[in-house]
């Protein structure tokens, strides 16, 4: 163990992933290392580069040169908690699956966090009130159904 590792407050757990792809670092591992958000802070340089996404722990020194979206995006977040930083690049499914190979632990209970889940960018305008008016006036039922009064009207008053 180096001394680096010795640093580390490695309450570990003993853990076996139902799931191990030959390229899961962490999955085929007996125990699955603990870290708390100070120690990933103090992760930070080339020389040692890891962050946290949605808890789970990610040492990314070797990946800094061959990550497809360049090193200066990954040097941004080291030592911090990526998870928003990575969901909004939309990283495909192979990235995610890339990420098994990083995966080295995760942050310990006290230090873990919820996260909200990111917003629908659209909303169901049919389910509100309101929303459901303004489609009305821009849809072509509007001019119809005005129309319609119009003729009635008209029959109404010269008829
Ligand atoms: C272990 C973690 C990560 C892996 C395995 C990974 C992998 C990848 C891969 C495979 C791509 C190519 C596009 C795709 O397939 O989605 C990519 C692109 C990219 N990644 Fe990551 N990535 C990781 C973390 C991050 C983080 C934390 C950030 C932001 C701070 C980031 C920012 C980007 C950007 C900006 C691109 C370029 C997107 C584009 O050109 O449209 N990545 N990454």
Known sequence: MSSGDAMLVQTTV???????PADCNACN????KRFSRKEIAERNTKQQAMFIIHNQVYDVTKFLDDHPGGHEVLLDVIGKDASTDFIDIGHSSDANDMMKKYHIGE???KDKITYQKAKAAWVDSER???SANDSFLNSWKFPVVLGLLMTLLYTYIFG
Do not use: S, Y
């Open 29 to 32: 591992m007996e125990e699955l």
């Open 107 to 109: 942050v310990i209970d």
């Open 14 to 20: 003993a853990r076996r992933f139902r799931n191990t």
């Open 128 to 130: 509100t009130g309101e």
